[in-house]
DNA sequence: CGCGTATTTGATAAGGCTCAAACGGTGTGG
DNA sequence: CCACACCGTTTGAGCCTTATCAAATACGCG
């Protein structure tokens, strides 16, 4: 499961906002000590619970953040894609996970170790605040979807992550959602029962706000959509 | 509304854990720097959707965020009470803010300046960890919250609430919560209408969970509460 | 092709919301 | 000191949204 993937971080694709901040020579460091591994669809990478001793840089592939309920139902709190750091929150906060991370696809990590990334945080000071911003940026997000999920009812915050998707994901050239989900995981982003999720999208099928074959959706209204969402940014 | 506190931040009785981590002589830099001002019970001491110049550190007194839904109704999203800093997320994001924050009685604070901030975390690593770790432990407490949201039904939520208050904020000598809110304040916090908070709270009355009278509630039974809001962890 | 899983549809019930009205405490002015 | 008005709280009734259970259908994989 473990090997080294051919590319030096300076020439990876991905861009981690974080990593910009590190010199050269860092960069090298990370290139010498990160471990690399591949992740087959609906493997676990981290296990809620457990105390990661470092963070994954997603090199390609989607995750999803998932939290075991007490009546054994997951949710879904966020979702990660290339260049998304994992784990961090757990790792900086010193705490243990709170969600599963479990990959929607196969995914490339690279494993940056916890003794590597305080080195940084204590040598570099713009890479220090660039995470330190990604983890208010996160909470402000969190802090949106409780206000959502307190008052919004399941068609209005349907409609908001069908947004969200295409806002971080966008759509391919057919226009469908850059990310496959099944209906059970959509249900456990909106925070509904499954049936009641795919009530709804067959509204919005028959109210010709979305087009969706199984997994594909394609988004035909966005605007509607986000009138319906009652969204005052996006 | 503006004036000196008597006390200089050193002999200032508040720990705030991020400031434990600033030498003496940056001590004396923020007291020279800050500005201080007494808020009376109600006020907005920062507005949705503003930039802050900088941050406060509360004194004496508690706060709550709340953020305006859509139907012109609050949600409040966390609670604030002596020795936390407020507005520390938006000002660290760079972002305008995502509630309001509102005293729930007076409230003293030191007003800290973001340039000043920003000097600490370039040159102080203690405080710039400190600082990422409670920002990553907010993240964590909001991912409870919004699985607790979209899972639990509103009795469990209720539950889970009183048992908050109880852990943040304490028991008086007569065992009264040591925060005061209203039926409305509570049903915000929950996420539900006043009057089926009003009706939860009669039923755990009843049940000899709690005693209420207005606004002094106090916890009888608190592992029935637990029990009952099905905490694996608290 | 056949099995198992995911999706869809239907019927029913419960949880929670809304509207309406009564009740209670508190502060103000006479 | 009392009467009144106002606001927060409480209770009741009906309805709507959403969950649950059951069954049918479609899909993907070996």
Redesign the interface.
């Given at each position: 499961m473990a090997y080294k993937v051919p590319t030096h971080c300076k020439d990876c694709s991905v861009n981690n906002a974080c990593f910009q901040h590190l010199t050269a020579e860092e960069l090298n460091e990370v290139a010498t000590e990160k471990g690399c591994s591949v992740f087959k669809k609906g493997q676990v990478i981290m296990a809620e619970g457990s105390k990661p001793s470092g963070v994954f840089c997603i090199n390609r592939g989607k995750v999803k953040?998932t939290?075991l309920?007490?009546?054994g139902?997951d949710?879904i709190?966020r979702l990660g894609k290339e260049g998304d750091l994992i784990g961090?929150?757990?790792v900086?906060?010193?705490?243990s996970l709170?969600?599963s991370i479990v990959t929607l696809e196969e995914t490339h990590t690279c494993f940056i170790p916890k003794s590597l990334l305080f080195d940084f945080?204590?040598e570099n000071?713009g890479f220090?605040?660039s995470?330190?911003?990604q983890?208010?940026?996160?909470?402000?997000e969190?802090?949106?979807?409780?206000?959502n999920?307190?008052?919004?009812n399941v068609r209005?915050r349907l409609a908001e992550v069908l947004l969200m998707l295409n806002a971080k994901f966008g759509a391919n050239e057919e226009g469908h959602l850059n990310v496959k989900l099944s209906r059970e995981e959509y249900a456990n982003m909106v925070?509904t029962a499954t049936e009641t999720l795919i009530r709804l999208l067959s509204d919005f099928k028959q109210e010709g706000l979305i087009e969706s074959k199984v997994k594909m959706i394609r988004l035909l209204q966005p605007n509607k959509l986000a009138a319906i969402a009652?969204l005052?940014d996006f």
């Amino acid at each position: 499961m473990a090997y080294k993937v051919p590319t030096h971080c300076k020439d990876c694709s991905v861009n981690n906002a974080c990593f910009q901040h590190l010199t050269a020579e860092e960069l090298n460091e990370v290139a010498t000590e990160k471990g690399c591994s591949v992740f087959k669809k609906g493997q676990v990478i981290m296990a809620e619970g457990s105390k990661p001793s470092g963070v994954f840089c997603i090199n390609r592939g989607k995750v999803k953040y998932t939290r075991l309920g007490s009546e054994g139902r997951d949710h879904i709190i966020r979702l990660g894609k290339e260049g998304d750091l994992i784990g961090y929150r757990s790792v900086l906060a010193n705490e243990s996970l709170s969600a599963s991370i479990v990959t929607l696809e196969e995914t490339h990590t690279c494993f940056i170790p916890k003794s590597l990334l305080f080195d940084f945080i204590k040598e570099n000071n713009g890479f220090s605040l660039s995470l330190m911003q990604q983890a208010c940026h996160d909470l402000g997000e969190s802090g949106k979807m409780i206000t959502n999920l307190a008052q919004k009812n399941v068609r209005q915050r349907l409609a908001e992550v069908l947004l969200m998707l295409n806002a971080k994901f966008g759509a391919n050239e057919e226009g469908h959602l850059n990310v496959k989900l099944s209906r059970e995981e959509y249900a456990n982003m909106v925070g509904t029962a499954t049936e009641t999720l795919i009530r709804l999208l067959s509204d919005f099928k028959q109210e010709g706000l979305i087009e969706s074959k199984v997994k594909m959706i394609r988004l035909l209204q966005p605007n509607k959509l986000a009138a319906i969402a009652q969204l005052n940014d996006f």
